[in-house]
């Protein structure tokens, strides 16, 4: 029982130090890295529904009820009128600042919102609207999505970070 024990905690000492970062060190003079972009948090929790528009860049797509519900990483949902496979027709834009992910269940859409879950009705996708929403169960962002970069460390007081910047930064400190 004893060598199981003395066997877990070295194992659990090599699986921590292979998770180790940087984070916290500093970097002296100028280097390459991601600065946060951030934006108000009143200006993220403005959900609306727009006329369709382009899709940018795809993220994950959900197909419900002759609808496919396709999102747009960090901006919202395009509503996709596809009862004619053969020729599908945008609809509508669910705009939701922030957004990355989404559910849905019925016909509710459970959707992130930054900081925020909110939760739309599209029982008629040309008429949406919020059920419900639920502040700050989410994470804050605290790192850009790469890995082995420096960065600017994020400032909740700034605001909501929606994207990062690839630029020359003075003394980051903060790594990943």
């Known amino acids: 029982m004893k060598k199981i024990s003395i066997l877990f905690i070295l194992l659990s000492v090599i699986l921590l130090n292979a998770c180790y970062t940087e984070e916290g060190k500093d970097y002296e ?3 390459m890295g991601y600065k946060p972009i951030y934006s108000s948090y009143e200006t993220i929790r403005k ?20 609808y ?8 919202g949902i395009h509503v996709i009128n596809n009862f004619d496979q053969k020729n599908p027709k945008a609809e509508r834009f669910i705009n ?5 992910d989404m559910a849905i269940k019925g016909h509710i859409i459970y959707a992130d919102n930054g900081l925020d879950l909110v939760a739309i009705d599209i029982s008629d996708p040309k008429s949406i609207k919020i059920l419900k929403r639920i502040e700050g169960v989410l994470p804050y962002p605290k790192y ?5 970069v420096k960065f600017e460390c994020p400032d909740s007081t700034k605001g909501y970070v929606v994207s990062w910047e690839f630029v020359e930064l003075e003394n980051p400190k903060c790594y990943r």
């Open 68 to 75: 496919l519900y396709v999102i747009e990483p960090n901006a």
């Open 29 to 31: 003079g100028k280097v």
């Open 47 to 66: 959900v609306s529904l727009t006329d369709a528009r382009p899709i940018r860049q795809s993220g994950k797509i959900y197909v419900k009820d002759g």
């Open 96 to 100: 939701i600042p922030g957004n990355i």
């Open 144 to 148: 850009p999505p790469y890995e082995n």
